[in-house]
């Protein structure tokens, strides 16, 4: 049978000549000799009773048998490839699907992954952002594997286990130059006269915000505009008198390069834990600890 003479080879050394268009290119990438070549494509054309190839001045010309072959040749080495990346695919490391507040997608996280993939497990790995309440649900349905934020309250902890990594507070942010940064002492009262971005009714901070306002007499804000998006919160403060209210993490880095500034309120008391949720019970491997690993590194490197 012809099929059963024709090997990968063949296949491979027919494609690449049609691709650089020259014997001698060709040799080239595929590392033989220019002979080599030219005998390998005669084999070709002795199996199949056909001439594929043709000299062309000083280049070649892919005949019509050829050209025919050549899109099924492509097909089959096309095909091989596949089999050989699934092969791959089934060595490397399990998929690990993160959920992160946005608190620690900009504090912590990207320090971890780097230190993970240091690590070459081949896992590929999906970080996931959004309100608190909504990762943790889907970490309870198994569509996260591991969720990194503030803890949130007993009742929605149901099923699922706490790791304590770090504490990290609430805090009052502006652009530099704002008004409110302007006098000598500041007045809490003048809050009312700005937009302010405040954490969403779902969010975990959102009951903390809201005992702190109200323990200094700011029940009602008339210019609320509620939101969970950083990219949102640091454009909008940037470029208007906004104030954000937001967890210390997302605009720690801001805040150290001078384009944000914290308005100088005491915040302590917002405090609350940051770490690692998982489910009870939930089956762990190897590159899911490696990632909890390196965000236990980060967070204590961090918190020094």
């Given amino acids: 049978m012809i099929e059963s003479r024709i090997r990968f080879r063949h296949l491979r050394t027919l494609i690449e000549t049609a691709r650089q268009n020259s014997v001698g290119k060709a040799a080239d990438v595929l590392g033989v000799s220019q002979p080599a070549v030219t005998k390998t494509l005669r084999e070709l054309e002795t199996i199949l009773g056909k001439k594929l190839v043709e000299r062309d001045g000083r280049g070649i010309r892919i005949t019509q048998y050829g050209e ?4 099924h040749a492509g097909a089959s080495v096309a095909a091989l490839q596949q089999g050989v990346d699934g092969l791959s695919r089934i060595d490397a490391g399990p998929p690990l699907n993160i959920g992160a507040l946005p608190t620690v ?3 912590i996280m990207p320090a971890a992954v780097q230190a993970f993939l240091a690590e070459k497990t081949d896992s590929p790995i999906k970080i996931v952002t959004g309100e608190n309440r909504v990762l943790l649900d889907h970490l309870r349905m198994g569509r996260l594997d591991l969720v990194i934020g503030r803890l949130a309250a007993a009742e929605q902890m149901h099923g699922l286990s706490f790791e304590y990594l770090y504490s990290e507070q609430v805090r009052f ?3 530099d130059g704002h008004p409110l940064l302007a006098r000598p002492r500041f007045d809490f009262s003048r809050l009312r006269d700005f937009p302010i971005l405040m954490p969403t009714r779902e969010s975990v901070i959102r009951p903390f915000v809201d005992r702190y306002l109200l323990s200094h007499g700011m029940a009602e804000l008339p210019h609320t505009i509620e939101t969970v998006s950083d990219s ?3 454009a909008f403060v940037e470029q208007t008198d906004a104030v954000w209210v937001i967890s210390d993490g997302v605009v720690a880095r801001d805040v150290r390069a001078g384009r944000l500034r914290l308005l100088p309120l005491d915040t302590a008391e917002t405090r609350g834990a940051v770490g690692l ?11 899911l600890e490696i990632l909890s690993q390196a965000l236990r590194a980060v967070a204590r490197r961090l918190a020094r």
Avoid: D, I, W
């Fill in 173 to 175: 942010v502006v652009r």
């Fill in 105 to 107: 997608s900009a504090h």
């Fill in 277 to 287: 949720t998982r489910r009870e019970g939930a089956q762990t491997n190897a590159s």
């Fill in 68 to 71: 025919v072959f050549l899109r």
């Fill in 232 to 234: 949102f919160g640091q």
